[in-house]
């Protein structure tokens, strides 16, 4: 089970930190990403990073504004917003999972695990 915590309402050039944790289990070989929906758009990939190795990768929008990192004590994903713009604007999703492939980590349909969203809004 999957928590999402961190969004908020923030105004352009804001930063926000998101959280991932999980409860009972461990993250170790899972890849963990977080995923984004805005209103009347599909879900798309922003960021993931696979525990073991903190390989990363990121949506070319988020590219040197967002980070995604982990911390093995405490079980828990981050994904650090910096210069946030309004169209960041949506709800994030973190999703987990030990089977996802490099290669497919972009696919939202390769993770079973999801948590329950949190909304962030960037006002111009």
């Known amino acids: 089970q999957l928590q999402a915590s961190g969004g908020g309402l923030v105004q352009t050039g804001d930063s926000l930190r998101l959280s991932c944790a999980t409860s009972?289990?461990?993250?170790?070989?899972?890849?963990v990403a977080w995923f984004r929906q805005a209103p009347g758009k599909e879900r798309e990939f922003v960021a993931g990073?696979?525990?073991?190795?903190?390989?990363?990768s990121y949506e070319d929008s988020v590219k040197g504004r967002f980070v995604i990192s982990r911390d093995n004590a405490k079980n828990t994903v981050y994904l650090q917003m910096n210069s946030l713009k309004p169209e960041d604007t949506a709800v994030y999703y973190c999703?987990?999972?030990?089977?996802?492939?490099?290669?497919?980590?972009?696919?939202?349909?390769?993770?079973?695990?999801w948590g329950q969203g949190t909304q962030v809004t960037v006002s111009s």
């Open positions: 009972g289990h461990t993250f170790s070989g899972y890849v």
């Open positions: 999703a987990a999972d030990r089977g996802v492939i490099l290669s497919n980590m972009r696919n939202s349909r390769a993770y079973h695990a």
């Open positions: 990073i696979r525990w073991n190795s903190r390989h990363t």
